[in-house]
């Protein structure tokens, strides 16, 4: 068994009450959090290789904790430190200069959460750690995603076998590369097959091996997915699908660490972690005989389910935006956003191919949009007002709680375009969207921009 990879930790000690959706996100980016109140004594107890980070959150700090805080900062003058300053001008933010000065970066409430994301992120690429990490493709901020790749995390080290459950299209390959990538096998290979694209007769063959003469056209031997994968990671896709005799040789592999190639009665030692993916309910699977309970229990040590698009709320537009952009960034396209009616559309389709249906239909828009804004009809969706009548009160209700959003949107931008002096790219900076999007949420909302 590989050894367990040793990361270096990631502690934020939060000197305030950290929010439970802000709880979320840090472990999702990997980030272990400590409460330390403003008014108890602080003491650091360090590890060699941690990276710790401080962050005063003085959104509702009195000001009498200055003298504690700004001891704190002074007992730790080596870690990064972030100063959270409350909303308000310039002048209410003068009695908190002593300390903000002093910090290494200083973010204004609202916060956005891709704010405190790219602000811890940049703390470490000063500190020389890499900006980037595999779980990047695992893209969301919803609840769902979020728990998703704080799970991931947690597996990645740990060196037992994963199952990963969810529909079709919900990203189960990427969370496996993941897995691979994140583990103390990172550097060994990673070797991937979809069991229900194979024909039974030659799954055996494909996974464990064959030798010279062992049937009709194996005229040399060949060595397995598992051989290849030897010291490194087997992801087996739809592996609901595998014929009875593989289940049993796969039995083995878990069980002993061992196979035998058809037509050799040898066994060959093999040192893997298999990763096993599947869209159907195993548990069904094995009550009907069609799936190996014992098989099935030694698959299921760690679980990591998928969310569905549908349920995934925020994270559909943040997809639709990083999938429009990076097919832009490969081929030419007039396309630069989605119309507001093409936005309604998408929050209320039902996405039954997740994903990969969204990305889908962008590319296919994309290419045959014929003007700067995708339409709901060039991605095939119904419009939003379609509903039918037995849906009439739930949409009714929706209108009322989108029309209510779309004004408060409008209005957040406003004021920061009129903070900011109209200049897009300092909106951008203090909203933490990219200057594409404000120009696009400025054309839904219909501002004009003026000049400073």
Known sequence: MAAVMQEAP?????????????????AAEGWALREQPQNQPFSLGLRGQDHVALLFDLRQSSIEALPSLLDCLASSPNLPSLCLLPEGDAGKHQPWRALSRQCSLVLQAPLQQQQLVDGLQALLVNGSE????????LIG???????????????????LPVLITGQTGTGKELAAHALHS??????????????GAIPASLVQSELFGHERGAFTGANSRRLGLFEHANGGTVFLDEVGDLPADAQTALLRVLQQGTLERIGSHTPVKVNVRVIAATHIDLESAVS?????????????????????LAERGQDIMLLAEHALQDFRQRHRSRARGF???????????????????????IQRAAVICESEWIQPQEMELPAAGGA???????????????????????QALLGCLQENDFNISATARSMGLSRVTIYRLCRRHAIQRQMP
């Open 130 to 137: 890499s900006g980037h990490t595999p779980l990047d493709k």
């Open 182 to 195: 994140l583990s103390a096998r990172c550097q060994q290979p990673m070797v991937a097959i979809n069991c």
């Open 10 to 26: 990631r502690c934020l000690i939060w000197f305030g009450q950290c929010p439970h959706s802000t709880r979320l996100l840090l």
């Open 339 to 361: 119309s507001p009616e093409c936005v309604a559309a998408m929050n209320h389709w039902p996405w039954p191919g997740n994903v990969r249906e969204l990305i889908n239909r």
């Open 288 to 308: 009907a005989g069609r799936f190996r309970s014992d098989l099935y229990y030694r698959l299921n040590v760690l679980r990591l389910h998928l969310p569905p």
């Open 141 to 159: 901020q919803s609840p769902a995603m979020l728990t998703t790749r704080s799970t991931v995390r947690k597996y990645a080290p740990v060196d």
């Open 388 to 410: 039918t009548t037995a849906n009439a009160s739930t949409h009714a209700a929706g209108g009322i709680l989108d029309d209510a959003r779309r004004l408060a949107e409008r």
